[in-house]
T-cell receptor, first 116, second 113 residues
Framework: NAGVMQNPRHLVRRRGQEARLRCSPM?????VYWYRQLPEEGLKFMVY????????ESGMPKERFSAEFPKEGPSILRIQQVVRGDSAAYFC??????????????FGDGTRLSIL | QKEVEQNSGPLSVPEGAIASLNCTYS??????FFWYRQYSGKSPELIMS????GDKEDGRFTAQLNKASQYVSLLIRDSQPSDSATYLC?????????????FGTGTRLKVLA
């Protein structure tokens, strides 16, 4: 499968636990973006990463949320001490580096996070 | 203040008709615009991208961009029930150094058989 791979597809956590969401970009893509979607709402940008660098984290809450995209392995979105309001669909997208300004982003199937 | 605005709908059109979806944006520096289709519970799927003023056609889809009016639209000709979905408009802000997208809240389209 050459698409953007996200796992897990569904994740259930209790309040106070940690959630780790993973994203492997499409082959040849080195730009990764994380978005959050609440029910009946559009996608809200969270963070944009390139390998080993956070380029833009303007949409990510300052507390409890962090993201990384290591040299090897998938990008990780980490949410510590989850609260009910973190329940949402989290989508990862990727794009190639060449002419990234006009390269469309391709989305994975998302992780549906439910907080009990 | 929202940066990309869409009518939430639902927009209902009969099968075979033209569906017209509209989007306005506030950042005059935005250069790139995208339409995504999202079925309920699924991921957004790229339909069209447009960067220059005017029309861009791809099969049954036509995207239109008017930068002076800060307006983007998507026309779907010969609408089919399978086109029933939420259509998301996205712009890439004019700020350099970031390639994030700003999405509208989406317009729900219903094509009636």
């Amino acid at each position: 499968n050459a698409g953007v791979m996200q796992n897990p597809r569904h994740l259930v956590r209790r309040r106070g636990q940690e959630a780790r969401l993973r994203c492997s970009p499409m082959k040849g893509h080195s730009h990764v973006y994380w978005y959050r979607q609440l029910p009946e709402e559009g996608l809200k940008f969270m963070v944009y990463l390139q390998k080993e660098n956070i380029i833009d984290e303007s949409g990510m809450p300052k507390e409890r949320f962090s993201a990384e995209f290591p040299k090897e392995g998938p990008s990780i979105l980490r949410i510590q001490q989850v609260v009910r309001g973190d329940s949402a669909a989290y989508f990862c997208a990727s794009s190639p580096p060449a002419g990234a300004a006009n390269q469309p982003q391709h989305f994975g199937d998302g992780t549906r996070l439910s907080i009990l | 203040q929202k940066e990309v605005e869409q009518n939430s709908g639902p927009l209902s059109v009969p099968e075979g008709a033209i569906a017209s979806l509209n989007c306005t944006y506030s950042d005059r520096g935005s250069q790139s615009f995208f339409w995504y289709r999202q079925y309920s519970g699924k991921s957004p799927e790229l339909i069209m991208s447009i960067y220059s003023n005017g029309d861009k056609e791809d099969g049954r889809f036509t995207a239109q961009l008017n930068k002076a009016s800060q307006y983007v639209s998507l026309l779907i000709r010969d609408s089919q029930p399978s086109d029933s979905a939420t259509y998301l408009c996205a712009s890439r802000p004019g700020v350099s150094g970031t390639y994030k997208y700003i999405f509208g809240t989406g317009t729900r389209l219903k094509v009636l058989a």
